[in-house]
């Protein structure tokens, strides 16, 4: 189980899969210099909230007649929809499919649209997306970019056996599809290391951290094939003035540029946007299309008045890039995540409530503080 979510960024996994210990690490365990963040306020170039859309269930996906249509709805991905995205939309195709239709509308053109739209292409259908917003302006941009499937994708109560293997087969599969996305311009997906850092040894647990979060199942250990184990490192091993550290390597995505070549490799099958606002589903009748698969993420809580999708507020700062700077840190207990993509060097931080929150002001404050811990790592 997991009790907090330590940033959304699927961190218990880091800690808790199998690791390699000390006697049994091969030259790859060598210490590398690692070139310092330059952590400073006056560096900050963007700060932004965007709501989870979680869903104590899990996201829904399942279809129904109204409005003389069939609505394919594919929602609720709470904080694993980019990870999830391809494996979610295949588990949809076979009810787009059921309908017989050629030609389909996806409504959202976030992480699950745009993935289910292309799946679709993929599969010989027609698409035409409406959206109120595209990209950059849709809230799946203002994620954090890294793989964390199972990061608050349900509640531990709802993680029965069936639901945890649908998860398996939907991770795998996006998994699979990533890694197809490998190597190409741009990099919009690669892997990197990173370093979980920690006063207290890992398997000690952390006091206080009641967020107001329910508890989460640890769906990612149905994974550990999956992922490099984590490595122990010595001091001298790395540059962090922490007691315990730990090398990991994970799959991050480049929002920006995995977004457009998203956009770009829909519309060069043929995709087309339409730009359009729902106030209520019964407008849905409006489409030529007769099959409508309803991606509209948080969006879906106001237009069906669905009240199971709960927000999970999320704030991300971003530093000026450093190219040279690689790598990932993770503070233990010290609510802080430091992830290095190439637009940003992006630092996050749990607010004080963030379950619940649909409050989507910054707070300056908030991420004003996680860059004074950052650099005090590296003063
Ligand atoms: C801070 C933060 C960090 C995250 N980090 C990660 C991460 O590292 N990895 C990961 O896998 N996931 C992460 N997530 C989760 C991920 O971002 C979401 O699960 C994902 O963005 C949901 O995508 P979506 O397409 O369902 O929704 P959205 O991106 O919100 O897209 C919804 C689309 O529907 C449209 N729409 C909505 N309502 C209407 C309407 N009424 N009429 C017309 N159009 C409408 C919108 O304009 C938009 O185009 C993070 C989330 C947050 C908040």
């Known amino acids: 189980m997991q009790r907090r979510q330590l940033l959304g960024a699927g961190a218990a996994a880091l800690v808790t899969l199998p690791s390699i210990h000390h006697a049994q690490q091969n030259s790859f365990a060598a210490p590398r210099t690692l070139a310092p963040v330059r952590a400073s306020a006056d560096r900050l170039i963007d700060m932004t909230v965007c709501l989870r859309p979680f869903r104590a269930q899990g996201p829904r996906i399942e279809s129904e007649r109204r409005y003389g249509k069939t609505i394919v709805h594919h929602y609720g991905h709470g904080g694993s929809g980019w990870s999830l995205s391809w494996g ?83 991770a795998r599969h996006s998994f699979r599809t990533y890694q197809s996305l490998l190597g190409l311009a741009d990099n919009p997906v690669e892997w990197r290391d990173g370093y979980v850092l920690s006063d207290t040894p890992f398997d000690q647990p952390l006091e206080g951290d009641d967020d107001g979060e329910p508890d989460y199942p640890d769906l990612q250990e149905r994974l550990a094939d999956m992922r490099p184990r984590s490595v122990p490192l010595r001091p001298g091993e790395h540059p962090f003035k922490v007691p ?20 770009n490799d829909f ?38 008045g669905d009240h199971s999708i709960i927000p999970v507020r999320g704030q991300i700062a971003r530093l000026v890039p ?52 950052l650099a005090a790592l590296f003063a």
């Not at 315990?244 to 956009?263: C, D, E, K, P, W």
């Not at 946007?273 to 409508?292: A, G, K, M, N, Y």
């Not at 409530?353 to 996680?370: E, I, K, M, P, Y």
């Open 267 to 304: 519309l060069r099958a043929g995709g087309e946007f339409v730009q359009r606002t729902f106030e209520h589903p019964r407008q849905f009748s409006d489409l030529r299309e007769r099959t409508i698969v309803n991606c509209t993420g948080y969006g879906a809580r106001a237009l069906l």
């Open 322 to 373: 450093q190219a040279e700077v690689d790598y990932a840190i993770m503070y233990r207990g010290h609510n802080l995540f430091m992830l290095s993509r190439r637009d940003s060097l992006l630092v996050q931080a749990q607010g004080v409530h963030d379950f619940g929150n649909d409050d989507t002001r910054v707070d300056r404050a908030l991420s004003v503080a996680a860059v004074e811990r």
């Open 244 to 263: 315990h550290v730990r090398r990991f390597t994970q799959m991050n995505f480049n929002i920006a540029a995995y977004q457009r070549l998203l956009v």
């Open 88 to 170: 979610s939309a295949q588990l949809a195709l076979p009810l787009i499919q059921a309908t017989g239709a050629r030609q389909i509308a996806v409504i959202g053109c976030g992480a699950i649209g745009l993935t289910t739209a292309r799946v679709a292409q993929q599969h010989g259908l027609r698409v035409r997306i409406y959206c109120k917003e595209r990209p950059p302006e849709v809230a799946s941009t203002f994620a954090t970019g890294t793989w964390s499937p199972d990061s608050r994708i349900c509640t531990e109560e709802h993680a029965t056996p069936a639901f945890s293997q649908r998860w398996e087969t939907m």
